[in-house]
């Protein structure tokens, strides 16, 4: 069985940054791509960002230029590094994935994580 488990969440103020990671753990054969997303209080969950397994990279209007996504391959790992951070930031971060697992056969799967909060202050 294939596991996410975001980290590196945490309380930041305005301004500042943080960089998230998502490990993908399990018998993998190949990732597809990976995706951040985010849930404010009250809200609907969010799309944040997006890398393919070739490393092209999309981002939601409201993060690009301040946000970066990678893929470390090898450690089958995600980072989101996030810059210049504004209190409309505050949410849980979710991470998720398309991954092959198993047999490289396979068609892949769709694999979340639990999250991981982000808070900023003003």
């Known amino acids: 069985q294939v596991q996410l488990v975001e980290s590196g969440g945490g309380l930041v103020q305005a301004g500042g940054s943080l960089r998230l990671s998502c490990l993908a753990s399990?018998?993998?054969?190949?990732?597809?791509?990976m995706v951040w997303y985010r849930q404010a209080p009250g809200k609907e969950r969010e799309y944040v960002a997006r890398?393919?397994?070739?490393?092209?990279?999309n981002y939601a209007d409201s993060v690009k230029g301040r946000f970066t996504i990678s893929m470390h391959d090898a450690s089958y790992t995600s980072y989101l590094q996030m810059d210049s951070l504004k209190t409309e930031a505050t949410a849980v971060y979710y991470c998720?994935?398309?991954?092959?697992?198993?047999?490289?056969?396979?068609?892949?799967?769709?694999?979340w994580g639990r999250g991981t909060q982000v808070t900023v202050s003003s």
């Open positions: 890398i393919f397994d070739d490393g092209a990279a």
């Open positions: 998720n994935a398309a991954i092959v697992a198993g047999s490289p056969a396979w068609s892949p799967n769709e694999f």
């Open positions: 399990g018998l993998i054969s190949r990732i597809e791509n």
